[in-house]
């Protein structure tokens, strides 16, 4: 296995970023950010563009991060830094489920172990057309920026447990 120090971690609501980003921190030692816990204030205001850009310049200075979060207009931020990165690949079905059980098991809200619910019309339309309209931009923005780092495609729940697995193996 490579070695794995700063781990940028993207893909669509519900396709178990947040997931594979506390596993990963866990496996790895390393401090993990959930990207809406930057943007997103306690009454859901976003931060400013600017301020948010600068947070993501700061945090992967560290020489030792898990970055989750799609956020495709700072994407490149992570990307010139981390050296994997890790593309949660799930359908469509796989990720609506995923925001909808997340919301039935945690409820809506902002809870401390990086789960941030908020269904809405905006965040359904978001992952109903992720793989349409953000998967390819996504995709060229790792295959621009991203070309010096290991990139890892998961493409279903079934996968992501395996290779979990796989890793905290390695790891013994």
Request: aromatic share 8%.
């Amino acid at each position: 296995m490579q070695q794995m120090n700063r781990v940028a971690v993207v893909g669509s609501g519900g396709s178990g970023k947040s997931h594979v980003a506390r596993e990963l921190g866990r496996l790895l030692g390393a401090p993990v950010t959930h990207l809406d816990a930057v943007y997103y204030d306690d009454a859901w205001n976003p931060l400013p563009p600017e301020k948010f850009e600068a947070a993501q310049r700061g945090l992967v200075t560290a020489p030792r991060w898990v970055i989750d979060g799609n956020y495709n207009s700072t994407l490149r931020i992570r990307l010139d830094t981390c050296d994997t990165v890790i593309f949660m690949d799930v359908p469509t079905r796989t990720a609506l489920r995923g925001i909808i059980s997340r919301q039935v098991r945690h409820g809506a809200g902002q809870h401390s172990a990086g789960v941030y619910n908020r269904i809405n019309w905006g965040v359904l339309r978001y992952v109903a057309t992720y793989r349409r309209r953000m998967r390819p931009q996504v995709l060229e923005k790792i295959s621009q920026y991203g070309r010096h780092a290991t990139v890892i495609t998961l493409t279903s729940r079934r996968r992501t447990r395996r290779w979990l697995q796989q890793v905290a193996a390695e790891l013994i």
